[in-house]
């Protein structure tokens, strides 16, 4: 039984490399419709192809069932991030029903503007130093290869998914102090462009939260946290994480209450 949702936004797939929860992901979509769906870059990571080629079958499902579902009638848009770049070559056309856009704006149930953007253009190192990014790349592909060996073996004892990596981000002051300075710089764009808030990915940190009289929130991802933002029918946004309803010792899907700044 799937469950009805006006909305649905997701990012940071990262198809193509290892760590990668395409599984996840497919189950997601099996369990939900949706009016809308955006998809808030990095979807595919190029970065990763292009250095070594791995595409997993389900990766490839990925792609089908997000088509079926343009094919079928949801309204499918495609805000590309910095790992998916070159898409935005082709932003303001249509690919399979697919709508490529640079940003996008969404206007909730209870008419609330919200902006959409991937959030990378925030990213001081990735706007200025991208050599620096990449080499952040590199580790952040250690941190997650660790990630999934850990919990493939939490799995072999019954025990549910747990993000390794988003542990470690959480209690690293460096880290906490870089995601805060982030999402106070895209809540100030999207106040200063008029949007009553702003959704994007980016950091692999799902949150929601009011900052300064703008909605901020951050869908996730599906490498480390297994997120997605969803707006319920009366507008309502919440963040589902569905790694804890896909686990082998499930418990039901953990809904992320938004925090206040």
């Known amino acids: 039984m799937s469950t009805e949702y006006r909305s649905i936004w997701i990012s ?15 189950d997601f979509y099996r ?8 998809l808030v870059g990095d979807i595919v990571d190029g970065w990763r192809l292009s250095r070594s080629w791995y595409w997993d079958q389900a990766h490839n499902d990925v792609i089908q ?11 499918v848009v495609y805000v590309p991030g910095n790992h998916d770049d070159w898409l935005r070559d082709y932003a303001e056309h249509e690919m399979g029903g697919i709508t490529l856009q640079l940003d996008a ?20 190192a990735v706007t ?9 790349d590199h580790a952040s592909e250690w941190m ?9 073996a939490r799995r072999g004892i019954g025990l549910p998914y747990w993000s390794l990596s988003g542990f470690v981000k959480a209690h690293l002051t460096s880290a906490a102090g870089y995601i805060s300075a982030f999402e106070d710089v895209v809540a100030d764009a999207a ?3 008029r949007f ?28 480390e946290n297994c997120t997605a933002l969803v707006e319920h029918l009366d507008g309502r946004l919440e963040i589902v994480d569905w790694a804890r309803i896909h686990a082998p010792a499930a418990a039901p899907a953990r809904i992320l209450e938004p925090v206040d700044a």
């Open 12 to 26: 940071d797939v990262h198809l193509g490399t290892r760590a990668c929860k395409a599984e996840f992901l497919l």
């Open 31 to 38: 369990h939900t419709e949706s009016e809308h769906l955006y």
């Open 65 to 75: 069932k997000t088509l079926r579902k343009a094919r079928k009638g949801t309204r």
């Open 105 to 124: 704006e969404h206007v909730t149930a209870d008419r609330r503007r919200l902006l959409v953007v991937h959030g990378d253009a925030f990213d001081a």
């Open 128 to 136: 200025y130093a991208r050599w620096l990014v990449r080499l952040g």
């Open 144 to 152: 997650l290869t660790l990630n999934h060996l850990f919990n493939r």
């Open 191 to 193: 106040r200063r462009r």
């Open 196 to 223: 009553d808030g702003v959704v994007c990915g980016h950091i692999h940190q799902p949150r929601i939260r009011d900052i300064d009289g703008v909605r901020y929130c951050n869908d996730g991802d599906w490498v």
